[in-house]
């Protein structure tokens, strides 16, 4: 596998939610998920830099360093894989929370049920909404490039409720 990693400070406008303005990861910072063991030191990767959306290749995924700040690690587990195959998403799709939420629920699973974590399980506890580009004439709105797919618990849930990290957003 290989990653184009990035960070991303979303656009403050309704109009742009979702949209990139720019990355700005280091290399230190790569040195330093290589020297924590959340990327594997074989890992190909390349850092997006610039504006605009980054441009994954074939074989290529988008991940955010904030990813890896709140449990996320390479290569990714299996159920991490399947619940992105099953939504139809990417990393990049999730907030950097909703990661967490899913590494918090893993644990749960494996460590107090004793099951392979699984997307049915999961489904118990949470909910999925993807949110689209704004635009009230287009049926099937497409994805807003980044986090497009939000993770809740559901009414009801007997999961813990989990406190994420403070906010990715971009601060004015």
């Not at 960070?7 to 990139?20: C, D, L, Y």
């Not at 629920?105 to 392979?116: D, I, K, N, Q, R």
Request: charge should be neutral; proline fraction near 6%.
């Amino acid at each position: 596998m290989s990653a184009v990693v990035t960070s991303n400070r979303a656009e403050a406008s309704a109009s742009e939610r979702g949209g990139w303005e720019g990355s700005d990861v280091t290399d230190d910072e790569i040195k330093w998920l290589k020297d924590t063991h959340r990327i594997p030191a074989e890992l190909l990767y390349r850092l997006h830099s610039g504006g605009g959306e980054p441009i994954a290749n074939p074989g290529e995924k988008v991940v955010f360093v904030a990813h890896f700040e709140r449990g996320f690690g390479l290569p990714a587990s299996t159920f991490f894989r399947e619940f992105l195959k099953f939504y139809g998403l990417q990393p990049h799709h999730l907030p950097a929370n909703s990661v967490l939420q899913l590494s918090c629920y893993a644990a749960f699973s494996e460590g107090y049920l004793g099951l392979w974590p699984s997307i049915e399980g999961w489904a118990k506890y949470f909910q999925l909404k993807k949110q689209s580009i704004p635009n009230k004439d287009v049926v099937n709105k497409d994805m807003t490039a980044c986090g497009a797919a939000s993770i809740s618990p559901r009414l009801y849930s007997e999961f813990p409720r989990i406190k994420g990290l403070e906010s990715c957003k971009k601060w004015q």
